[in-house]
């Protein structure tokens, strides 16, 4: 059974940092197309970071350029997401998401095959 475990979310005061993690059991991520995502009760799902096996561009939203930063650990078989300069509009839980063909999109979540579970993000003082 493929499964991506997300861990790393909690309580943190603005201007904190965390440091995601997203790691895969049952397959390799080496080959995998590898996105975060975000959402809450009120907006639909936001692209934060992907990153792309096929050209090696790693993309970031707006909202979050400067501030996130996505990076692997292949032998760990593991995807971080480090969250810098936090802000209360950051609270949301994030998943990340895994895309067998390679790509990575901020745009079509659809195109992700495998997701994790999800961790709350929450910037509150």
């Known amino acids: 059974q493929l499964q991506l475990v997300e861990s790393g979310g909690g309580l943190v005061q603005p201007g904190g940092s965390l440091r995601l993690s997203c790691t895969g059991h049952g397959f390799t991520l080496d080959y995998y197309g590898i996105g975060w995502f975000r959402q809450t009760p009120e907006k639909e799902r936001e692209g934060v970071s992907c990153?792309?096996?096929?050209?090696?561009?790693?993309t970031y939203a707006d909202s979050v350029k400067g501030r996130f930063t996505l990076s692997r650990d292949y032998a760990k078989n593991t995807v971080y997401l480090q969250m810098d300069s936090l802000k209360p509009e950051d609270t949301a839980v994030y998943y990340c998401a895994a895309d067998a063909s390679g790509g990575g999109t901020l745009l079509r979540p659809n195109e992700y095959d495998v997701w994790g579970q999800g961790t709350q993000v929450t910037v509150s003082s």
């Open positions: 990153h792309s096996k096929d050209d090696g561009s790693i």
